[in-house]
């Protein structure tokens, strides 16, 4: 393929993400601060650059898959930033969470250079990323910008959707998030009354996934709760990120988000408890300390 793509940011996300436009046949410049996901990188044939100026000067498209609005800034506009090697009329695609107001700033910040901006977010966490099956929500206003990253896009993805304007993919991914997390919280109260009440989980969860309660999070998330499995597929400490941004986004668009507080909150007591960098399924273990109950162990030791 004739456009070589620049990737910036190489974590549990990024790796697995980077690694499937090198399947798909593109030309790959990478940087990462971690050497370790670099060299992973090389290895598997992309070619490293020393700053994110070097990969934006050797790259048509750069893509950034970054933690959040800070660091995607820095990358851009800080000391040897995208924006200093830049060439006039390339795309910057950012497939990182920020919040959604940052990624219309950063859009108009570069089009002053004639650099393009989408914003493409992601959901389906680290498994998905390794399949290339994620969902991404495309915030851009150019058509001509979208039509451009969509094959790029879909090297990484199932679904593809141009959700509107700049920005949209993050309101879109905010959106997400709140289902998400709320639908966590929502499992680990069930299994817990569950639980209390007796009954196996795993037998209630059985009964009820062809209902309307049935979800990908149930299907996911249930059995690492039973399993007592908490290794970070999407970190409770990115997750407590993203609640942040879709709080603050809905203070500026006039939108009550009351129940994203409260599990904003029970992630920050988890996080406060060590437990930030464990999977966003381990709210499960708020409940169980709020109940004294194990999900996942045998029947004959629940508290009453």
Do not use: W
Not at 16 to 41: C, E, F, Q, T, W
Not at 196 to 210: C, S, T
Not at 226 to 243: E, M, V
């Amino acid at each position: 393929m004739g456009t070589t793509i620049g990737f910036i940011g190489l974590g549990i996300m990024g790796r697995p993400m980077s690694k499937n436009l090198l399947r798909s046949g593109y030309a790959l410049i990478v940087y990462n601060r971690s050497h370790a996901a670099v060299r992973d990188l090389v290895a598997a044939g992309a070619e490293a650059a020393g700053s994110p100026r070097e990969v934006a000067e050797r790259a048509d498209v750069v893509i950034t898959m970054l933690p959040n609005s800070p660091h995607v800034q820095q990358v851009l506009f800080g000391t040897d930033g995208v924006i200093e090697g830049a060439r006039p009329g390339s795309l910057v695609i950012d497939m990182s969470s920020i919040d959604p107001l940052v990624a219309r700033d950063i859009s108009a910040a570069l089009l002053r250079r004639d650099v393009h901006f989408i914003d493409a977010p992601v959901s389906g966490g680290e498994p998905k990323a390794v399949e290339g099956t994620l969902s991404i929500m495309v915030g851009g206003g150019d058509e001509a910008d979208v039509a451009a990253a969509e094959p790029i896009l879909r090297c990484m993805g199932a679904s593809v959707v141009h959700c509107g304007d700049v920005g949209a993919g993050n309101f879109t991914k905010l959106a997400n998030q709140v289902i998400v997390a709320i639908n966590i919280a929502a499992l680990s109260e069930a299994l817990i009354l569950a639980r209390k009440a007796g009954l196996d989980p795993q037998r209630v969860v059985d009964a009820i996934r062809g209902g309307l309660a049935g979800s990908a999070v149930l299907e996911a998330k249930v059995p690492m709760a039973l399993n007592r499995d908490i290794r970070p597929g999407f970190r409770i400490d990115l997750h407590i990120k993203d609640l942040a941004n879709a709080l603050a986004a809905g203070h500026e668009v006039g939108a009550p988000l009351p129940l994203t507080a409260q599990v904003k909150e029970i992630m920050q007591g988890l996080r406060v408890d060590g437990l930030g960098e464990a999977d966003h399924g381990a709210v499960v273990r708020y409940y169980e300390k709020l109940a004294r109950v194990e999900v996942g162990t045998s029947i004959g030791s629940a508290s009453a």
